[in-house]
């Protein structure tokens, strides 16, 4: 259960004090009265609602707790449209980092892919991204912010190898497609510069097979036609095996080479709206219904708080003599409809102007302070690009002791320091171990989050190695030697941990040891990279 307005918990018992104290002060001065009559009177009066006092504090319990906005429980919502199925591929090998298009080849194909999933709005997307093999990161949904999001933290770091698969990739982006039970025709948008490890024979025969499976393809190349150097995270151009410079040249060769056995369309290379083009080529397919869903935020439950407190306020109302406190039926009617009210961020959020649904989200959360305030003025902020304002807002939202709703900020803030991160070169080793520390934390909470994961493993790929250790000259590495044991029973730093917190400090760090050796593991297993060029 979680309150939409917590602080509202701590007047709780004063309003139910007083409404028992109003109450017992109103049956006092009645039996006053009725004592002044006669004796009999009096007598009378006291043998009725001696309980009076008690139900109309219980009945001010329920309607203050409702007025606290309580939630519980998860929804699955249904959406429907009538929608494509496409597959987005990207190529996130390290050619793609050349800068004959600016501010290089894989920046833009990025850009060129956001602006196309904005436009398929209502279309079912997935996300497939390779180097040497293939990377599904998102399957077959109606979400589109979230492929947005994958597509921003897209990054030659993400490959475990490098070198270029294209048709491995188109393939795997077909068995997507052919899992598909809902939707319309089926297409793949591939953004490559045509670097592959395979021939143009080879890509001819993946495109022959999508063609056989009824998916289109439709290739949208990036990069220059004259070549360009590939630089290397150390400043210096990448070389190859010879120690000469790589030179990486658009290859239409092999993207018309996949495009004419599936018989579908490369985009001119200089055409001024790539993704409009791609646009036209899907707008000629067919479109069918299609059904996704979602899982919704905890369920308001307010309406039955006033529900039990009018019924139970109408009982009392009947089984009296005397007028009930129908005021307090008023208050409870008038609170839990301003609970249940939509607030103005998430009504312009849901008719997609995110702008103004991020100005009304933090104009909320400053008004309220609540934490799922701050929370969603902190998502509406990351959504709309603002890192520093996502930052501050999430912050303060992943100290609620609500474990999911911090379990969520905590994931949100993470990927904020992570996308800043990959945006500024001013202080983005602390930016990424920020990361890091944030989607560690999410990931205690929640050691399932397939998202938490994947951010946590690429928060620690960018991250710079460890300096090399200190030696006293030449020959092997050395194990450390261990520390000194602290002596027993020694006085507490003022400000410093405490043992359950270094104990914390210490099992986190095992975990993030052990799901790294899991992941070395893993990729051991895959065998040897396919042979062919590193870039």
Same mark, same amino acid.
């Given at each position: 259960m979680r309150f939409e307005l917590p602080k509202w918990l701590v007047v709780v018992p004063f309003v139910v004090l007083l409404v028992a104290a109003a109450a017992w002060q109103a049956r006092r001065r009645r039996l006053?009265?009725?004592?002044?009559?006669?004796?009999?009177?009096?007598?009378?009066?006291?043998?009725?609602?001696?309980?009076?006092? %008690?139900?109309?504090? %219980?009945?001010?319990l329920v309607a203050a707790l409702g007025l606290a906005g309580p939630r519980w429980g998860r929804a699955s919502q249904a959406t429907e449209s009538r929608a494509l199925n496409v597959v987005v591929v990207m190529d996130i090998s390290?050619?793609?980092?050349?800068?004959?298009?600016? /501010?290089?080849?894989?920046?833009?194909?990025?850009?060129?892919?956001?602006?196309l999933v904005q436009d398929l709005e209502g279309d079912r997307l997935a996300l497939v991204a390779f180097a040497a093999r293939g990377y599904l990161?998102?399957?077959?949904?109606?979400?589109?912010?979230?492929?947005?999001?994958?597509?921003?933290?897209?990054?030659?770091?993400?490959?475990?190898?490098?070198?270029?698969?294209?048709?491995?990739?188109?393939?795997?982006?077909?068995?997507?497609?052919?899992?598909a039970t809902q939707g319309g025709d089926k297409a793949?948008?591939?953004?490559?510069?045509?670097?592959?490890?395979?021939?143009?024979?080879?890509?001819?025969?993946?495109?022959?097979?999508?063609?056989?499976?009824?998916?289109?393809?439709? %290739?949208? /190349?990036?990069?220059?036609?004259?070549?360009?150097?590939?630089?290397?995270?150390?400043g210096t151009w990448h070389k190859d095996a010879d120690g000469q410079e790589v030179i990486t040249v658009r290859r239409d060769d092999l993207l018309k080479a996949a495009a004419t056995g599936a018989r579908g369309i490369v985009v001119p290379a200089d055409a001024p709206d790539p993704s409009g083009e791609v646009r036209r080529v899907l707008d000629r397919l067919a479109r069918a219904p299609a059904e996704d869903r979602s899982a919704d935020d905890l369920i308001p439950r307010a309406w039955l708080f006033a529900l039990v407190a009018a019924v139970g306020l109408l009982g009392h109302t009947l089984t009296r003599r005397s007028a009930a406190l129908v005021g307090l039926l008023l208050a409870v009617g008038i609170g839990t409809a301003s609970a249940q009210r939509p607030s103005a961020g998430g009504q312009l959020l849901q008719r997609g102007d995110t702008a103004k649904a991020r100005e009304a989200f933090a104009a909320e959360a400053k008004k309220?302070?609540?934490?799922?305030?701050?929370?969603?003025?902190?998502?509406?902020?990351?959504?709309?690009?603002?890192?520093?304002?996502?930052?501050?807002?999430?912050?303060?939202?992943s100290l609620s002791l609500d474990p999911d709703l911090r379990r969520r900020a905590l994931y949100n803030l993470g990927t904020a320091?992570?996308?800043?991160?990959?945006?500024?070169?001013?202080?983005?080793?602390?930016?990424?171990?920020?990361?890091?520390?944030?989607?560690?934390?999410?990931?205690?909470?929640?050691?399932?989050?397939?998202?938490?994961?994947?951010?946590?493993?690429?928060?620690?790929?960018?991250?710079?190695?460890?300096?090399?250790?200190?030696?006293?000259?030449?020959?092997?590495?050395?194990?450390?030697?261990?520390k000194p044991q602290q002596p027993q029973q020694a006085p507490p730093t003022p400000g410093g941990m405490s043992k359950a917190d270094a104990e914390q400090v210490l099992s986190a760090m095992e975990r993030a040891e052990r799901e790294t050796r899991m992941a070395q593991a893993k990729r051991q297993r895959r065998g040897q990279p396919p042979l062919g060029p590193d870039w």
């Open positions: 006053r009265a009725a004592a002044g009559w006669s004796a009999q009177l009096g007598r009378q009066a006291a043998a009725m609602g001696s309980h009076s006092t %008690l139900v109309l504090g %219980l009945i001010a390290r050619s793609m980092l050349a800068q004959d298009v600016k /501010p290089d080849r894989l920046t833009r194909a990025v850009g060129i892919a956001r602006r990161l998102s399957p077959l949904t109606l979400d589109q912010s979230a492929l947005a999001l994958q597509l921003d933290a897209l990054d030659p770091e993400v490959a475990s190898e490098g070198g270029s698969g294209l048709g491995a990739a188109i393939s795997q982006a077909a068995d997507v497609l052919k899992a793949v948008v591939v953004f490559s510069d045509g670097e592959s490890f395979e021939g143009a024979e080879a890509l001819t025969s993946v495109g022959e097979s999508l063609q056989r499976a009824g998916i289109t393809l439709v %290739l949208v /190349p990036v990069g220059g036609s004259t070549g360009a150097r590939i630089p290397d995270p150390d309220l302070g609540t934490d799922s305030a701050w929370f969603n003025a902190g998502t509406a902020a990351l959504v709309a690009g603002d890192m520093v304002a996502a930052q501050d807002a999430l912050r303060r939202a320091y992570l996308t800043r991160a990959r945006r500024e070169t001013k202080g983005r080793d602390s930016l990424l171990v920020a990361a890091s520390r944030q989607l560690q934390s999410a990931l205690q909470l929640a050691p399932g989050d397939a998202d938490a994961k994947f951010n946590y493993e690429l928060a620690r790929r960018l991250m710079p190695p460890p300096p090399p250790p200190q030696s006293g000259g030449g020959g092997d590495y050395k194990k450390p030697p261990p």
